[in-house]
């Protein structure tokens, strides 16, 4: 099948490496050049796991090209994939559909043959009808349909999640276009559901599964500050009911709060149509205001544990929102370091993979090391803000040596709790008490 993908960014470039990979003839638009320049000269634009390696094979068998020109991406294809961002409007809140509104009304005029318009960007209930608008005011007559085509792959995953989709869902309200993505996840029917439905159905499926998924780490994260105030530990809690089918295991790891260009914007962008039809959801306006909270408690602590120190220095480790992708937007360690900073600290920061980014970002703000002991040295905090399993092998022993004051303030609970204390470490992670008050607890008791 022939596809062209608007946009490159994290979804539309990982789906158009899978679909060339499948055998599709796949061609990605973006009307950024310098993006198209680098990966025509084969240079990879994000990080994701596998996704080089597969990039240059498919590149080499002549089944993905790049392009800027919507006219040389659209004009033949099959099915046109709308891969652009959707960020929040900076007022509203709302999903920002100006790239959306853009890209339909480019490629409008492109159209020849019957072609299948895919939304894969997520987007609010009833977009489907606009972009059937827009293109057939630009071009009357042309065949085509507009399906919604949710795209539900993990930053850090996806790879692997487009290979193995847990399911895929289809807004299609014609026979034609099913058939067409029928054709397209033929590789996948054995293995996995391919649920058709109508199109507003898959929209809000979209923003109903990640607002779930907010509220899930925001309800974790509430029972944490239970288990800190009085005693419980947090990791067997969430063990404990983890092992409840009904709740299941994924998403009850506390930390500092959900980010990522996803979960903080798609919460808003629920709460903001459902106000639009005034629908009440207390539940996701509960979330979305504690995940903002969290993150300044995460930053109060860290300056707390370093309140008596003068000109403290404080170690970073983790910038991305999460493990396994360069990607920092609405990262919460963004959102720390941003307040750490209002408070004039001197912060030393290293991420395995989101260095570049996080300087796009932050610029001289901070300073970054080459690697995690070289975050460490002369540092009177170390605040660990992203899950990545690399900051578990952390020697504490070096870290020890290294450090001015031996403090770890551990928001993803990655470093070994009693080795820290055996190398004379204060030690807070996340949903226990801190072993001294907890002592103080067992005194009383
Ligand atoms: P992104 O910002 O990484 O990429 C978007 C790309 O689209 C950019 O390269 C931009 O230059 C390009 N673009 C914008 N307008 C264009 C136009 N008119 N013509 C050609 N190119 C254009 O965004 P992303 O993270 O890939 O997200 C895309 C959509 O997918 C969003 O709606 C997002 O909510 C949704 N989504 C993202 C994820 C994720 O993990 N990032 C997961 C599921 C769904």
Redesign the pocket.
Same mark, same amino acid.
């Given at each position: 099948m022939k596809v062209g993908i608007? @946009? #490159?960014?994290?979804?539309?470039l990982p789906t158009g490496v899978g679909l060339a990979e499948l055998g599709n003839n796949v061609i990605c638009?973006?009307?950024?050049p310098k993006?198209i320049e680098a990966l025509k000269a084969g240079k990879i634009t994000l990080y994701e796991e596998g996704l080089e390696e597969l990039f240059h094979k498919n590149v080499k068998a002549g089944r993905l090209h790049f392009t800027t020109s919507?006219e040389e991406g659209v004009s033949d294809a099959d099915l046109v994939i709308i891969?652009? @961002? #959707?960020p929040p409007h900076p007022i509203t809140k709302e999903a920002d559909m100006k790239?959306i509104h853009?890209?339909a009304t480019?490629l409008a005029e492109y159209l020849k043959g019957y072609t299948v318009i895919a939304t894969?960007?997520?987007?609010p209930v009833g977009t489907g009808d606009d972009i059937e608008a827009l293109i057939s005011k630009k071009n009357p007559f042309v065949s085509f349909d507009v399906i919604s085509l949710?795209?539900?792959?993990?930053?850090g995953f996806?790879v692997y999640d487009f290979f193995h989709p847990d399911r895929i869902i289809v807004g299609a309200d014609t026979e034609r276009a099913r058939n067409v993505i029928k054709e397209l996840y033929k590789p996948f029917a054995d293995k996995t559901k391919i649920l058709f439905v109508k199109r507003r159905s898959s929209e809000t499926i979209?923003y109903a599964s990640n607002a779930f998924l907010a509220m899930k780490i925001h309800y974790i994260n509430e029972m944490a500050n239970f288990c800190e105030a009085t005693g419980a530990d947090i990791t067997e809690v969430a063990q404990g009911m983890g092992l409840d089918t009904r709740i299941g295991n994924r998403f009850l790891n506390p930390g500092p709060g959900y980010g990522?260009?996803?979960f903080p914007?798609?919460t808003l962008a629920m709460s903001y149509m459902a106000r639009q039809n005034n629908v009440e959801m207390t539940l996701i306006n509960a979330a979305i205001a504690g995940n903002a909270k969290r993150k300044q408690q995460m930053a109060e602590r860290i300056l707390n544990a370093v309140k008596d120190i003068e000109k403290p220095k404080i170690a970073i480790l983790g910038l991305a929102f999460k493990n396994g992708t360069d990607?920092c937007r609405e990262s919460p360690a963004m959102e720390i370091i941003g307040h750490l900073l209002e408070h004039n600290a001197n912060i030393i920061a290293y991420d395995p993979k989101a260095m570049g980014t996080a300087c796009q970002l932050l610029g001289d703000k901070i300073g970054y090391a080459d690697n995690m002991y070289a975050t460490l040295q002369g540092a009177d905090v170390l605040a660990v803000l992203t899950e990545w399993q690399e900051f578990k092998t952390l020697d504490l022993a070096q870290a020890s040596r290294l450090m001015r004051h031996k403090i770890i303030i551990d928001c993803r609970n990655l470093i070994n709790r009693d080795e820290a204390y055996k190398n004379g470490f204060k030690y807070q992670g996340i949903g226990h008490k801190e072993q001294e008050k907890l002592n103080e607890l067992r005194q009383v008791a």
């Open positions: 608007i @946009g #490159t960014g994290y979804v539309g638009i973006d009307r950024e993006k919507m891969a652009v @961002g #959707t790239y853009a890209a480019e894969k960007s997520t987007v949710p795209e539900f792959l993990r930053e996806a979209k990522g260009s996803c914007k798609d990607d």
